[in-house]
C-alpha cells in the first residue's frame, strides 16, 4: 500500500507542478519543488480523492518533504 501512496503522491505533485514524475524523489522539499501553501492544498485534496481519506488541515505545517506526505498518508490509511 505504501507504495500505491507514494505513486498517487509524485502524480498529484506532477500534476500540479507539471514535473515528470520521474524527476520527483521522495527526499525533495517541497520547497525545492516551488510548491507552495496553495499547491499542498491542491496536492493534498488530490491525494484525498484518490485514496478516499480525509488529511487534517493542520498536517499542512508539518510537511517539508514528498516523503513527509507519503508517510502522513500512509498512517491515516493505516488507523
Do not use: C, W
Not at 515528470?20 to 496553495?38: K, R, T
Not at 488530490?46 to 510537511?63: F, G, M, T, V
Request: aromatic share 2%.
Amino acid at each position: 500500500m505504501s507504495q500505491d501512496i507514494e505513486s498517487v503522491a509524485i502524480a498529484a505533485i506532477a500534476r500540479q507542478k507539471n514535473i515528470d514524475p520521474h524527476f520527483i524523489g521522495l527526499d525533495d522539499s517541497l520547497d525545492q519543488l516551488h510548491i507552495s501553501s496553495l499547491d499542498a492544498i491542491t496536492i493534498l485534496y488530490e491525494i484525498e480523492e484518490a485514496l478516499d481519506i480525509e488529511i487534517p488541515n493542520e498536517a499542512l505545517d508539518s510537511l517539508k518533504t514528498v516523503r513527509d506526505i507519503v508517510a502522513g498518508v500512509t498512517r491515516l490509511v493505516g488507523r
